[in-house]
């Protein structure tokens, strides 16, 4: 989005283009690169902050959106501009080379990175594990696969929960038209519809 003469934002042809095309191929999850780059507007501004997050979920309303951003120049911040980012986002994860709870400091006199390792942090949502560890190879993020025994098991039953999630999430969204919230209160509680659907295994796993 880009603003125009009196400073309202508007959609760029290139949004229309993406939109059309990401319904052709009916895309799962689309994922936009960056936030600094798509929104031309005044990131502290809240109210063109929420119009343009609105606006990049109606691309594809079944889409999972993806939207990175660079963290913020102050010692320790994880995001930049208004808070309107955070409360816009359904979910925020945080990618650093630094553990969760590591000092802000724990690094080389540089600044840089230490390690290889790298940590992705779950910072705003219900639906995803605590934290997973990556390692770095050659510019590539590997997940580090579990180690223990107890870990295997883990990871697989994690997997398995969550293809039957996804395949109950896009019977509610595709083949019932309903749009599942994460409100605990709502009618639509994304867990709740999805026990009324009775998949297989849906009530143990969920």
């Not at 990401?22 to 809240?46: C, H, P, Q, S, T």
């Not at 808070?83 to 400091?105: H, Q, T, V």
């Not at 992705?120 to 605590?130: G, I, P, V």
């Not at 990871?155 to 109950?168: F, H, K, P």
């Amino acid at each position: 989005m880009e603003p125009i003469l009196g400073g309202r934002l508007v959609r760029t042809p290139v949004y229309e283009e993406l939109r059309e095309q990401a319904n052709d191929y009916r895309a799962d999850v689309i994922m936009l690169d960056n936030a600094a780059r798509l929104f031309a507007g005044k990131e502290n501004d809240r109210g063109r902050v929420m119009r343009f997050v609105v606006t990049l979920n109606a691309i594809r309303p079944t889409a999972g959106t993806l939207l990175t951003a660079h963290p913020g120049r102050a010692v320790g911040s994880e995001f930049s501009g208004s808070s309107a980012w955070e409360n816009a986002a359904r979910a925020r994860m945080c990618l650093s080379d630094r553990e969760p709870d590591a000092k802000i400091f724990d690094r080389d006199g540089e600044g840089a990175p230490t390690s290889d390792r790298r940590y992705l942090a779950k910072r705003k949502t219900n639906s995803a594990r605590d934290l997973r560890t990556f390692s770095c190879e050659n510019g590539v993020l590997v997940p580090e696969q579990a180690t223990s025994e107890y870990d295997v098991v883990y990871a697989m039953s994690n997997q398995r929960d969550e293809r039957i999630v996804l395949d109950g999430f896009k019977e509610l969204i595709n083949g019932r038209n309903q749009q599942p919230t994460d409100g605990d209160s709502s009618p639509n509680n994304l867990p709740k519809l999805l026990l009324q659907l009775k998949l297989p295994n849906l009530k143990r796993s969920v």
